[in-house]
Nanobody
Framework: QVQLVESGGGLVQAGGSLRLSCTHS????????MGWFRQAPGKERDFVAA????????YYADSVKGRFTISRDNAKNTVSLQMNSLNSEDTAVYYC???????????????????WGQGTQVTVSS
């Protein structure tokens, strides 16, 4: 059984930074693309970033390019999202997710992910 647990959310001032982490329990973590998504109140869940199983491929939404960095540690079964230069539009619940298919590069499609964490709140105050 796969479980994903996020941590690291909180309240930060505009221009600040936060680092989110997600711990994956279950086998074969290193063959699955992992993604971060976010959902603001009244809006759909949107893609933020993803990383391939080996870590060699990374993908970002245009809105976070140059500010957010996704990484993973396959020895520790964790994936992280470093968020810098935060602004009020980054306020949302952030979710970690595991892709449904191994070795897949179809990284941005929400429906392609089959396991989700419970989410962690990120609030950016202006």
């Amino acid at each position: 059984q796969v479980q994903l647990v996020e941590s690291g959310g909180g309240l930060v001032q505009a221009g600040g930074s936060l680092r989110l982490s997600c711990t994956h329990s279950g086998r074969m973590f290193n063959i699955y693309t992992m993604g971060w998504f976010r959902q603001a109140p009244g809006k759909e869940r949107d893609f933020v970033a993803a990383i391939s199983g080996s870590g060699s491929g990374t993908y970002y939404a245009d809105s976070v390019k140059g500010r957010f960095t996704i990484s993973r540690d396959n020895a520790k079964n964790t994936v992280s999202l470093q968020m810098n230069s935060l602004n009020s539009e980054d306020t949302a619940v952030y979710y970690c997710a595991r892709h449904s298919r191994p070795y897949s590069s179809d990284a941005a499609a929400t429906l392609k992910y089959s396991y989700w964490g419970q989410g962690t709140q990120v609030t950016v105050s202006s």
